[in-house]
């Protein structure tokens, strides 16, 4: 991925929210690497991508060379992992 990762407030607070009431620097850093580690499953609205890691969806909006995580949501699918 050659974007710059960046977590807008409301991401963060719905990060905060939704998976671990953390600081705000440490929901950042998670946030980021869970981007860089996702994968990709869909598209909305054009510009935006839907990217998954292990069961934590992320909503990103491409802005050039910039990546703008939107939202955080967890998943309703059930998610197997093969460790």
């Given at each position: 991925?050659?974007?710059?990762?960046?977590?807008?407030?409301?991401?963060?607070?719905?990060?905060?929210?939704?998976?671990?009431?953390?600081?705000?620097?440490?929901?950042?850093?998670?946030?980021?690497?869970?981007?860089?580690?996702?994968?990709?499953?869909?598209?909305?609205?054009?510009?935006?991508?839907?990217?998954?890691?292990?069961?934590v969806i992320f909503v990103c909006q491409?802005?050039?060379?910039?990546?703008?995580?939107?939202?955080?949501?967890n998943s309703k699918a059930e998610l197997?992992?093969?460790?």
């Amino acid at each position: 991925m050659n974007y710059y990762i960046y977590a807008t407030d409301h991401a963060i607070e719905r990060y905060q929210e939704r998976q671990k009431a953390i600081s705000r620097h440490k929901a950042i850093h998670n946030i980021v690497e869970g981007v860089k580690r996702s994968r990709l499953i869909g598209f909305a609205k054009g510009e935006r991508e839907i990217r998954e890691h292990r069961g934590v969806i992320f909503v990103c909006q491409l802005e050039g060379d910039k990546m703008n995580v939107i939202t955080v949501l967890n998943s309703k699918a059930e998610l197997r992992f093969i460790g």
